[in-house]
Nanobody
Framework: QVQLVESGGGLVQAGGSLRLSCVAS????????MGWFRQAPGKEREFVAAISWSGGTTSYADPVKGRFTISRDNAKNTVYLQMNSLKPEDTAVYYC???????????????WGQGTQVTVSS
């Protein structure tokens, strides 16, 4: 089992920035690809970004390309999501996810965190 705990959410004005963190425990973190998803009220959960176990490969959803950056620190068992130029439509609960496969982590990862709320005011 992999346990994931997110932090860093909050309320920010449009145009501002936030950095989300997700700390993993339970298994060897560096074996896992990691991802971020989000779910806005009344909408389905959607993929945001993913990163390979080494950090060498990243993937982003079109709405966040150029604004969000995913990174990881395997020594700290932590994955980050730096969010810049935030928009009101970025308001959602953000979830951290993990899977052995990078191909799977962008769709149906095995492990999920509990989520952290991000609210962007206009």
């Amino acid at each position: 089992q992999v346990q994931l705990v997110e932090s860093g959410g909050g309320l920010v004005q449009a145009g501002g920035s936030l950095r989300l963190s997700c700390v993993a425990s339970g298994r060897t973190f560096s074996n896992y690809a990691m991802g971020w998803f989000r779910q806005a009220p009344g909408k389905e959960r959607e993929f945001v970004a993913a990163i390979s176990w080494s950090g060498g490969t990243t993937s982003y959803a079109d709405p966040v390309k150029g604004r969000f950056t995913i990174s990881r620190d395997n020594a700290k068992n932590t994955v980050y999501l730096q969010m810049n130029s935030l928009k009101p439509e970025d308001t959602a609960v953000y979830y951290c996810a993990a899977d052995i496969s990078l191909k799977v982590v962008v769709t149906t990862p095995d492990y999920w965190g509990q989520g952290t709320q991000v609210t962007v005011s206009s």
